[in-house]
C-alpha cells in the first residue's frame, strides 16, 4: 500500500507562484509513475503533469506547458508541482496520484493505483 499527502495549497493572486508537495509513504519502490491532477468546481477531473520513473521524463498538459514543473526529492519520497504565472482558471484541487505500471498511460486517471486527499488551490484575478 502507498499513502500519498499533499500540500502546499492556498490563495494567490493571478500571476503568482505556488509549490505543492506529495510525500509518499509505504511500499514506494514499485511506483513507476506519479501524476498530478486537478479538479476545478463544476468541471472532471484533468491531468495535469506526470514523472515517469523509467524515463525519467515528465510530461504536461498543454494548459500548463511553460508555467508548471514537475521535480522529485528521491531522499523525502516527495513530488513537487510548482506552479508559475498562475491563471483564475487555475483554481482546482489538485491531487497528486501514483501508477505501479509504467505500461499504461499516464493520462488517465482511472490507470493511477493510489490518490491524495487534495489540496486547495485558488487564483484570485
Known amino acids: 500500500q502507498v499513502q500519498l499527502v499533499e500540500s502546499g495549497g492556498g490563495l494567490v493572486q493571478a500571476g503568482g507562484s505556488l509549490r505543492l508537495s506529495c510525500a509518499a509513504s509505504?511500499?514506494?519502490?514499485?511506483?513507476?509513475?506519479m501524476g498530478w491532477f486537478r479538479q476545478a468546481p463544476g468541471k472532471e477531473r484533468e491531468f495535469v503533469g506526470a514523472?515517469?520513473?523509467?524515463?525519467?521524463?515528465?510530461y504536461y498538459a498543454d494548459s500548463v506547458k511553460d508555467r508548471f514543473t514537475i521535480s522529485r526529492d528521491n531522499a523525502k519520497n516527495t513530488v513537487y508541482l510548482q506552479m508559475n504565472s498562475l491563471k483564475p482558471e487555475d483554481t482546482a484541487v489538485y491531487y497528486c496520484?501514483?501508477?505501479?505500471?509504467?505500461?499504461?498511460?499516464?493520462?488517465?486517471?482511472?490507470?493511477?493505483?493510489?490518490w491524495g486527499q487534495g489540496t486547495q488551490v485558488i487564483v484570485s484575478s
Open positions: 496520484a501514483a501508477q505501479r505500471s509504467s505500461r499504461t498511460s499516464y493520462l488517465l486517471q482511472e490507470n493511477y493505483d493510489y
Open positions: 509505504g511500499r514506494t519502490f514499485n511506483i513507476y509513475t
Open positions: 514523472w515517469r520513473r523509467s524515463a525519467g521524463s515528465t
